[in-house]
């Protein structure tokens, strides 16, 4: 039969053989987990970038609006003061030819 040294050598080696595999299938898990929460990281990270690109390009077309509405505002503006010249220069004219209808019934009376 076997000594029992030996006996208790050939145990410990089974038990480091076998706390070794425990220790790797462990480490495996850990691994695998790890490289799962970064794939949802990634993701997680692609759609934020989706998201804040949607944003921009909302914000880009709310602001062409605005510029739109701007340069819309700017010609009726314009319009507003060119018909106001108009009558303001229409109106001076007539305020002018009654000055001088009254001016000349002065005269001649």
Do not use: Y
């Amino acid at each position: 039969m076997m000594s029992r040294p030996v006996v208790l050598v050939f145990l410990l080696v089974i038990l480091i053989i076998t706390s070794q595999f425990e220790w790797k299938a462990q480490l495996a898990n850990e691994i695998e987990a790890s490289r799962s929460i970064s794939q949802k990281q990634q993701h997680v990270s692609s759609r934020e970038e989706i998201v804040k690109e949607k944003i921009i390009l909302s914000q880009e077309k709310n602001i062409q609006r605005l510029n739109e509405l701007v340069q819309s505002l700017q010609r009726q503006l314009l319009q507003c003061r060119s018909s106001n010249n108009t009558v303001n220069g229409t109106g001076n004219s007539l305020a002018a030819n009654v000055n001088e209808i009254e001016g000349q019934q002065i005269v001649e009376d």
